[in-house]
């Protein structure tokens, strides 16, 4: 573009001759005669006016002007140059003639040519003396150059002299964008304050002012180097005096004030593309749009600028469907801050941005999200889009079947941007929406993107955030709810939420319980939590089925649950004089001459309640087997969010009877109060310790006096049904008999009598049958013992015949003439005390193969089943060559095996000897013993060095000594009861082994 360029050029000579009293007329051009007329024609419209005298200091010759002449076909330039002459005419007045040329606009504007080239394109030339067609001129463009030397200039002219040249060079800037915008206006604009200046840098300057413009503009421009100040400049843009009439004067260096409308939007808009784009991309985006255009089209004008704004280039192409991440990220980044704020462009561009940044590459958004996001205009716009983004990847999940981790992976991506800005509390605020109802599925989709970010993600050591889960109530019980089933995931959600903290609002302190100590104090706060805030507390106990929460929760939420439970209503009715309840429960239970009756389901006139659903593999009749399929969760029943009433606690009371056995007396009198029968404690001393605790501050309470003397009859009931003398039931007991009501104690007493005497009876006819069960234990021990004791002899009388052959090996069998072998019928039956023969058919005995197994067996650290049963056969013989050998390998796999699998060697060599091998039960436990001594006395692994360590060899020994003892010592009692008999109906202490027991 910047090479050189010859270009045909139209001429004319305007003037006159020296002496002549003629006026000026064409006094030669291209064409000849024919063309006068046209030439003065535009030289007369072009004239800048009557120039000064040759003696002024300002404003001297030449004065160029430069005008766009636009055609019906084609685009013409027009340049007159008003020169000096030593020529006088008749009056003796200087002559000042005007050279004038015109070029076909075609080249200038494929070159984008300036004011400035041509001006020294112009100003060597001489017109030829005669009617030449045309003249050629040689070009030289430069681009850019006549738009910088024209901001020197008028950096030049800044007012301020400390100013440094970086601050001259933008206040320059400022002032051409302000002047041309003035060109909009449609009035003439005279730059005035350049008197010194030379006709190429007030060319230079007009430069400055149309490069701001799109080059198409210079097609029908007017510009004069000066103007002599008379009515209606034939220029649009021109140096000349102050007062010229109906012109706008702009002073040179001070930037003048833009009239609002078309003008001022266009200087605001070409400064903001100056700031964020850049100077040199404005200047040359602006001289790439050659198309015609006049000042007067603000459209056109506005529109050019509309094309370079990569702003308004991005939301075209969003609204085209072409965007893309680049797209997006101009768009946004040439936005100053809190600019656009409230317009649907740039809400559409912050959602695409957003979308865009989770992608992969889409790290150049997140700096101009980041910039809009923490301004103070447009952060709450971009935090409304950002909940928006989170909850449509929630709604998108679910309605595409979306994996949880594609989903959280897509939402953590989200969150990282909210966490760089720190924007957790307001988004986290505009999440669930309003109030209104219909944001149901909205206040879902809120909950399900929490619990998929997760309490570290969202609330853990950000103040804020905790703040906005605390503001928002209805969200945070959501998820409170949802997550009641986990335990381990509600207290993560409570930690950070710190619901004891004295700033927690009430509903939040109700939760204290269940993650921290300090519940009693949390609880017993001003203002106190709600009664609805406790059954929802209660609700998460039940969905967690963890009884020690259900009993913090009854504990320290008791006034409140005691107040749902003894409101007028399902839990009870006034009784006649309107202070008192009565108790539902007790009117349907008990027989006439007041006896409880014993609860069951078929019995019962509760309504029918069902039960929590289990989790699987529980069997099924267990405590926490599964409901029926056709029955809702009762916990469901409660509204997270309705009004709580007796029948709502009565059926978490009856959910899962499980999730109360370690509450203390309250849940009992809860239960009582809205009409379900009471649990009674854990069978435990420990337990009924704490219910009577419990017992003790419930009779204190003074509300619940009315009640206490039914309340101490329902409350006996666990105490007194079967089985009878658990442990801790005399601390329960005591502590009933403590009530402060004569009539409930004495009734108490005579009930615990009663219950006695029915006992003492049912003892006396199990010591009977336990006497006649003892008498036949004891015959059958001694027909089994004697088996055992002929078993005993048959196998030595035996052992006794082989020794006897291996002394005398030609007797016997061999010659046939020694004593006969045992027949069938004097062999010892299978099982009861012959051991096997090593070596014999079937067995390998202390063959290379078996030791090699066993040695293999223990190098590997087989498991203690194969082990014993390699090593069985080499036992029956421990002072053998291959039983010493065996002895050891054994040893070394006791070195190499766990403590789970030596605990199982005995045992298993055990019922090999005993099944495998058929040894007696004697047989075997002196093979056991005799290991045993071999490895305590320090001889069981001879020179090969076996790893056998004594000791835990020693404790299995002694704890298979405790076992005989105790079965020793039960023989003993057996045969004592055979021969001893007790007189009936005298009460025995209980075993010590069965003491605590609640299944006899």
Known sequence: ?????????????????????????????????????????????????????????????????????????????????????????????????????????????????????????????????????????????????????????????????????????EEAVDWAVSVAALLLCGHPVVVTGGGRLGARARLAVFDAVVGLLPYGVRSGLRVGSCVDGGDKPPTQLAFGPEHTPSARCVRLGTPPQVPAGPPEDYRRQLSRLIEVVGFDAVTAGLRGL?????????????????????????????????????VVAEGLNSLTDGEDTDSDDFLRLVEWGIAYAVEPGGRELHEALHRHWTHERTGPRVSALMAEALLNV????????????????????????????????????????SEQPADGRRLGCAVECLLLLGPDR??????????????????????????????????????????????????????????????????????????????????????????????????????QLYAIATEPGDGGRPDEDGATFRLPFLNRNRNRDGSRKPSSAGTSDAPDTPEIPKPPGHPPGSPNSAAPADRADPVALVAPFGLPDARTLRDLLAADPEAWRHCRASTDVLSCLVGLPPVGPPWREEACLAYARSLHQIFRDGSLAPFLELLVDELAGPVLDEPWVQEGESIVLEA????????????????????DEERRRRQAAQERERAVHAQRLSEREAAHNAH???????????????????????????????????????????????????????????????????????????????????????????????????????????????????????????????????????????????????????????????????GPVLREAKRDLRARRSRVRELRWIRLMAHVNLVPGTPRKPKKWNRGSTAR
């Not at 030439?39 to 009557?50: K, Q, R, W």
């Not at 076909?73 to 004038?100: C, F, H, K």
């Not at 390699?870 to 766990?898: C, H, I, N, V, Y």
């Open 290 to 326: 050659d198309a015609p255009v006049a000042p007067a089209d603000h459209g056109a004008l506005l529109g050019a600028l509309g094309r370079l704004d990569p702003f308004r280039a991005a939301v075209s192409a969003v609204e085209a469907g072409k965007q893309s991440v680049r």
């Open 394 to 433: 929630v709604l998108s999940g679910a309605r595409h079947a979306m994996d949880s981790t594609s989903c959280r992976a897509r939402l953590d991506a989200l969150w990282r941007l909210v966490e760089q800005c720190r924007k957790e509390a307001e988004v986290l605020r505009l999440l669930p929406g």
């Open 788 to 950: 055992l004791r002929a078993a005993r002899q048959a196998q030595e009388s035996q052992a006794m015949q082989k020794a006897a052959l291996e002394r005398h090996p030609g007797t016997g069998l061999a010659t046939g003439t020694g004593p006969r072998p045992a027949t069938a019928a004097t062999v010892p039956h299978a099982g009861h005390g012959r051991p096997p023969v090593l070596g014999g058919p079937g067995r390998t005995g202390d063959g290379p193969g078996s030791l090699e197994d066993l040695a293999r067996a223990a190098t590997h650290v087989g498991s203690s089943r194969e082990v014993a049963a390699m090593w069985a056969p080499f036992t029956l013989d421990l002072e053998s060559a291959a039983g010493r050998q065996a002895l050891e390998a054994a040893g070394r796999w006791w070195e190499k095996a766990q403590d789970g699998e030596r605990a199982a060697l005995f045992g298993h060599l055990e019922r090999a000897l005993l099944t495998e091998h058929q040894c007696s039960i004697d047989v075997t436990a002196d093979i056991l013993h005799e290991i045993r001594r071999l490895v305590m006395a320090g001889r069981a692994s001879g020179h090969s060095g076996g790893g056998w360590q004594a």
């Open 736 to 755: 009933l008999l403590q009530v402060p009501h004569e009539a409930a104690a004495a009734n108490l007493r005579r009930r615990v009598a009663a219950r």
């Open 458 to 559: 969202v609330a853990d050591d950000r103040a804020g955030a905790v703040r906005a889960l605390r503001d928002t109530r209805r969200l945070t019980l959501e998820v409170l709810a949802r997550v009641s089933a986990d335990p381990a995931r509600l207290v993560a959600w409570l930690t950070p939420l710190a619901p004891a903290a004295p700033e927690a609002p009430a509903w939040l302190r109700a939760w204290a319980v269940l993650s921290v100590r300090e519940a009693r104090r949390a609880s017993r706060a001003e203002p106190r939590p709600t009664a609805e805030d406790a059954v929802h507390v209660l609700t998460a106990t039940v969905r967690a089925r963890r009884p020690d929460w259900a009993a913090e929760a009854v504990g320290w939420l008791w006034p």
């Open 1 to 169: 573009m910047n090479d050189a360029f010859t270009v045909e050029a139209l001429w004319a000579w305007y003037g006159k001759k020296a002496g002549s009293l003629a006026e000026y007329d064409v006094m030669r051009c291209t064409g000849g005669a024919p063309r006068r007329a046209m030439f003065s024609e535009y030289i007369i419209a072009a004239s800048l006016g009557n120039p000064p005298a040759a003696a002024a200091v300002q404003d001297r010759l030449p004065w160029i002007s430069v005008m766009g002449l636009p055609f019906s076909d084609q685009l013409w330039t027009g340049i007159s140059v008003m020169e000096t002459s030593t020529l006088r005419d008749g009056a003796n007045r200087a002559v000042t003639p005007t050279r004038y040329m015109l070029i076909d606009s075609t080249e200038l504007v494929s070159r984008r040519v300036e004011y400035t080239t041509l001006w020294d394109a112009v100003t060597p030339v001489r017109l030829p003396p005669e009617h030449d067609e045309s003249i050629l001129l040689e070009v030289s463009p430069q681009a850019g150059q006549g738009l910088a030397e024209g901001l020197d200039t008028i950096a030049d002219h800044v007012h301020g002299g400390t100013a440094g040249a970086g601050e001259r060079w």
